[in-house]
């Protein structure tokens, strides 16, 4: 599916629940992304990682947080701070100075 | 940091007709500008992109011109059909930093 596989497909959250979203590459990329994508408004950055162990926050950090520990590996976790989860999901991987390639997105929904 | 705009939001166009979708940027120092398509439901996928060391490129009925004295870029579909209606996005970034910068989307409908 690409090489870059996002689960769940769907996922949904209680109040008060921290959730956990994944994102997995096979396709040997340092940097990985992850976008949350509200209807009219784009794609906003989250947090993203050019390298394992580290990562930086993007322009909507907060009531997230990541993980680096593997190259292939970047989880997202929607904690229980973030008051509008409700999103569509999009992990993404690159290598420098290439587009990204996506995937399949996870959409969370508060119930 | 670099802010990305992008119009129409929605564009409706006939059958056969083009379509162009403009972006403008804010940061003299972008160099990398990737055009993605997302149909419904579906993962962005990148359809065409262009370096500030080029003016324009294309690959069959699309193409993407850059102006960067003016800073801003544009996608040309020409003979549209039915299945390139989608959502659009345009992007910046600085290759080096590798982090992108994506424009609000603009909707395209091609009525048959």
């Known amino acids: 599916d690409g090489g870059i596989t996002q689960s769940p497909k769907y996922l949904f959250r209680k109040e008060g629940q921290n959730v956990t979203l994944s994102c997995e590459q096979n396709l040997n990329h340092d940097a990985m992304y992850w976008y949350r994508q509200d209807p009219g408004q784009g794609l906003r950055l989250i947090y993203y990682?050019?390298?394992?162990?580290?990562?930086q926050k993007g322009d909507i950090a907060e009531g997230y947080s990541v993980s680096r520990e593997k190259k292939e590996s970047f989880p997202l976790t929607v904690t229980s701070a973030q008051k509008n989860p409700t999103a569509f999901y999009l992990c993404?991987?690159?290598?420098?100075?290439?587009?990204?390639?996506f995937g399949s997105g996870t959409r969370l929904t508060v119930v | 940091g670099e802010n990305v705009e992008q119009h129409p939001s929605t564009l409706s166009v006939q059958e056969g007709d083009s379509a162009v979708i403009k972006c403008t940027y804010s940061?003299?120092?972008?160099?990398?500008f990737p055009w993605y398509k997302q149909e419904l439901g579906k993962r962005p996928q990148l359809i065409i992109d262009i370096r500030s060391n080029v003016g324009e490129k294309k690959d069959q009925r699309i193409a993407v011109t850059l102006n960067k004295t003016a800073k801003h870029f544009s996608l040309h579909i020409t003979e549209t059909q039915p299945e390139d209606s989608a959502v659009y996005f345009c992007a910046a970034s600085r290759d080096n930093f590798n982090k992108f910068y994506f424009g609000s989307g603009t909707k395209l409908n091609v009525k048959p």
């Open positions: 990682s050019q390298i394992v162990n580290d990562f």
């Open positions: 993404a991987s690159s290598i420098q100075g290439w587009g990204y390639t």
């Open positions: 940061d003299s120092a972008s160099n990398y």
